[in-house]
T-cell receptor
Framework: AQSVTQLGSHVSVSEGALVLLRCNYS??????LFWYVQYPNQGLQLLLK??????LVKGINGFEAEFKKSETSFHLTKPSAHMSDAAEYFC?????????????FGTGTRLKVLA | GAVVSQHPSRVICKSGTSVKIECRSL??????MFWYRQFPKQSLMLMAT?????????EQGVEKDKFLINHASLTLSTLTVTSAHPEDSSFYIC????????????FGPGTRLTVL
């Protein structure tokens, strides 16, 4: 069965510091992996996705993630945090069944950026 | 990215009434749409997957007679919460599936339902 684990429900970083949000997956087939961001009382916005092409994926707002098969990881990073990055971040893996697909989400990581 | 809208953004209703939430994909045709429920400070819980022109597939534990889903066109899906109770109060989010093979979902802004 496929699953996603996000280590750290809360992460705090100083403005300008490196952001690292962890995501590990479990999958018996090559996975499609996604990172989404959610601001308060809003839907989810796609940050980036891995669909078996380049292992280093660049997304919006300066975020990127690296797919590491040996570590079954897809951690999200940003070199320098901005106050506007404070939000909830979700990692998801796509599960395909009977010609369709659905997501399994991680439990989310709330990022706090300190001035 | 693709744009998905939801209406209404907020709704307050009395216990026992029904509420309909619309989800529209504005700039692409979505063969598949998904409905999620999100409790405060928690992750998204998939309620059902709907394909245009066919019956929705509900996740285990989701009452299909209580949460009616209709996907009548490639750009519109609706969720009707029937005979709403206070425990149905939640944040409901829809998403529309992108092109086949990308497995990408584009999410609506969500609907906050409060049942009094």
């Amino acid at each position: 069965a496929q699953s996603v684990t996000q280590l750290g429900s809360h992460v705090s970083v100083s403005e300008g510091a490196l952001v690292l949000l962890r995501c590990n997956y479990s999958s018996s087939v090559p996975p499609y992996l996604f990172w989404y961001v959610q601001y308060p009382n809003q839907g989810l916005q796609l940050l980036l996705k891995y669909t078996s092409a380049a292992t280093l994926v660049k997304g919006i707002n300066g975020f990127e993630a690296e797919f590491k098969k040996s570590e079954t990881s897809f951690h999200l990073t940003k070199p320098s945090a901005h106050m506007s990055d404070a939000a909830e971040y979700f990692c998801a893996v796509s599960v395909r069944t009977s010609g369709t697909y659905k997501y399994i989400f991680g439990t989310g990581t709330r990022l706090k950026v300190l001035a | 990215g693709a744009v998905v809208s939801q209406h209404p953004s907020r709704v307050i209703c009395k216990s026992g009434t029904s509420v309909k939430i619309e989800c529209r994909s504005l700039d692409f045709q979505a063969t598949t749409m998904f409905w999620y429920r999100q409790f405060p400070k928690q992750s998204l819980m998939l309620m059902a997957t709907s394909n245009e022109g066919s019956k929705a597939t509900y996740e285990q534990g989701v009452e299909k007679d209580k949460f009616l889903i209709n996907h009548a066109s490639l750009t519109l899906s609706t969720l009707t919460v029937t005979s709403a109770h206070p425990e149905d109060s939640s944040f409901y989010i829809c998403s529309a599936g992108g092109a086949v093979g990308t497995d990408t979902q584009y999410f609506g802004p969500g609907t906050r339902l409060t049942v009094l």
